[in-house]
């Protein structure tokens, strides 16, 4: 069984994302459940038009343009959409990411290199129309493009990683605590059953429950995925982190929600953690931290209900 070098490969940012895809299919066989399979394929090769996409490939994007008229031209503009209805503008705004799991790594690499490469999907020309009331001066459109945020596609591949990684990790544990067998043979399937480990639930579970934020920022959308477990506060304090939440407020959360956890359970509506997230909320709105009050609120209240099973 594959487990423990699946394990080793998904623990180490440093080792091939797309090598541990692949042992992830034969990890699926080995279980007998070829029914899993389907999403692992996906990541390897891409996701096609007519298969939805995770929410974690769902990238917010800002919308830019090149104009001209006879006598000037403006290169890579920020495009005005606000003209256009909710649908429109989620359309150009929130792209789904359907390249296969190394295209997206190897633009990750390219733009740590360089800043200014990004990954873009292009508008149709056809569509330039719809843009002609906010275009002034006598410029036309001659491109115009949706830039994704680098930093969401490259929270593609962390999802990515960290998902498969808590299904293994929660995989073996179910198996040694219920001291199965697990050599890879015919019997494997029908000996986890007998043990009441259930492999999909537990692929179901860690990959794809999760919540998603869609917040306006600026000319785009920024889609935050909130994956934390409930009850994991390492996993709490790990989705704040990334936002830019400093360590100190970190500790402070920490307690709070124990102090809450031991007394009447933990809320966002009253309690030590109330407190904590009016406090740094106010943090936030003087700029003392990355992200601001808006995004820090909706974040924190998403991560804290998940952490409390709300």
């Given at each position: 069984m594959v487990l423990d070098e699946l394990i080793t490969l998904l623990?180490?940012?440093?080792?091939?994302?797309?090598?541990?895809?692949?042992?992830?299919?034969?990890?699926?066989?080995?279980?007998?459940?070829?029914?899993l399979v389907p999403w692992v394929t996906h990541e390897?090769?891409?996701?096609?038009d007519e298969c939805e996409v995770p929410p974690y490939r769902l990238i917010g994007a800002q919308v830019r343009c090149n104009l001209m008229n006879s006598g000037w031209t403006n290169s890579n503009q920020l495009l005005i959409i606000g003209h256009l209805d909710a649908d429109d503008q989620k359309a150009i705004t929130q792209i789904k990411l359907r390249f296969p799991i190394e295209v997206?790594?190897?633009?990750?690499?390219?733009?740590?290199?360089?800043?200014s490469h990004r990954m873009v999907s292009n508008i149709a020309p056809e569509t330039f129309g719809r843009f002609d009331q906010v275009i002034t001066n006598g410029g036309r459109l001659t491109a115009a493009w949706s830039e994704l945020n680098m930093g969401d596609v490259a929270g593609v591949l962390s999802a990515v990683r960290s998902r498969l990684l808590d299904f293994v990790l929660e995989l073996k544990d179910q198996i040694d605590t219920a001291q199965v067998s697990v050599t890879p043979d015919a019997g494997l399937p029908e000996r986890l059953e007998q043990a009441g480990i259930n492999p999909g639930d537990i692929f179901q579970n860690a990959v794809f429950t999760d919540s998603t934020i869609n917040l306006m920022i600026g000319s785009g959308i920024q889609n935050v995925n909130v994956n934390n477990?409930?009850?994991?506060?390492?996993?709490?304090?790990?989705?704040?982190?990334?936002?830019?939440?400093?360590?100190?407020?970190?500790?402070?959360?920490?307690?709070?929600?124990?102090?809450?956890?031991?007394?009447?359970?933990?809320?966002?509506?009253?309690g030590k953690t109330q407190a904590w997230l009016l406090k740094t909320a106010a943090k936030a709105g003087k700029g003392a931290m990355k992200i601001g009050t808006k995004m820090f609120t909706e974040l924190a209240i998403a991560a804290i209900e998940r952490y409390a099973n709300l």
């Open positions: 623990s180490d940012p440093k080792q091939s994302l797309g090598e541990a895809l692949y042992k992830t299919k034969v990890l699926f066989h080995q279980l007998g459940r070829k029914d390897i090769t891409g996701y096609p997206i790594q190897e633009s990750v690499r390219k733009h740590g290199e360089n800043s477990r409930p009850g994991d506060v390492k996993g709490l304090l790990e989705v704040l982190r990334q936002k830019g939440v400093p360590e100190e407020d970190l500790k402070e959360l920490e307690a709070a929600v124990t102090e809450d956890g031991e007394a009447n359970g933990v809320t966002v509506d009253k």
